[in-house]
């Protein structure tokens, strides 16, 4: 399967405990993407790569996030200091440069989050 | 700031029966326009896009039909399945597409 893979699936964790999530994208794209997804919301932006430089973060990733992408392939992102809003499904997505935009989002199956 | 706005669901419908699931959206620019679907247990995938105005979409049988001057990407099947049932994403991306911003998702529920 060549799809986009993210490790763990689940993730249940104690308030102020630190939590690390891992993406695998597609191998030949250079944009990845971390979105969260609350119950009955759709996905929103968190941030952007393209290769290895983060070009866009939301004002949604506080101090206690960070995600990295060092060679340009996998990307971790790192919820420091979990609180129980933090809890949601952590979707990371990748798609190819295309000019002019309009391009597809491949999207992995998520890590899903609980704080308790 | 952009936006996108879907109808609430959930919606129920028997198999057979036409489907229309209502999609706004605010833009500074010229949006590309997206629905993208999520089966259960799956995640989330392109379902059908369009990239300028006056554009259709389609795919599996679902259609949409990008409206700039009612702002609004409408999707629709003229006859649903059971297996049509799952979550729908209305979704928009400009300046490059870098970023992309999603609806709130209408649940779908197909009865046999």
């Known amino acids: 399967d060549t799809g986009v893979s993210q490790d763990p699936r689940h993730k249940i964790t104690k308030r102020g405990q630190n939590v690390t999530f891992r993406c695998d994208p597609i191998?030949?794209?250079?944009?990845l993407y971390w979105y969260r997804q609350t119950l009955g919301q759709g996905p929103e932006f968190l941030t952007y790569?393209?290769?290895?430089?983060?070009?866009?973060k939301s004002r949604l990733l506080s101090d206690r996030f960070s995600a990295e992408r060092p060679k340009g392939s996998f990307s971790t992102l790192e919820i420091q200091r979990t609180e129980q809003g933090d809890s949601a499904m952590y979707l990371c997505?990748?798609?190819?440069?295309?000019?002019?935009?309009?391009?597809?989002?491949?999207f992995g199956e998520g890590s899903r989050l609980t704080v308790l | 700031g952009n936006s996108v706005t879907q109808m609430e669901g959930p919606v129920t419908l028997s198999e057979e029966a036409f489907l229309t699931i209502n999609c706004t959206y605010t833009?500074?620019?010229?949006?590309?326009l997206f629905w993208y679907v999520q089966y259960p247990g799956e995640g989330l995938q392109l379902l059908l896009k369009?990239?300028?105005?006056?554009d259709k979409g389609s795919n599996k049988g679902f259609e949409a039909t990008y409206r700039k001057e009612t702002t609004s990407f409408h999707l629709e099947k003229g006859s649903v399945q059971v297996s049509d049932s799952a979550v729908y994403f209305c979704?928009?991306?400009?300046?490059?597409?870098?970023?992309?911003?999603f609806g709130a998702g209408t649940r779908l529920f197909v009865k046999a």
């Open positions: 790569f393209q290769n290895e430089a983060q070009l866009e």
């Open positions: 369009a990239t300028k105005a006056d």
């Open positions: 833009a500074t620019g010229y949006p590309s």
């Open positions: 979704a928009l991306s400009e300046g490059g597409g870098f970023k992309t911003i």
């Open positions: 997505a990748s798609s190819p440069l295309r000019r002019g935009g309009g391009g597809e989002l491949f």
């Open positions: 191998s030949e794209h250079n944009r």
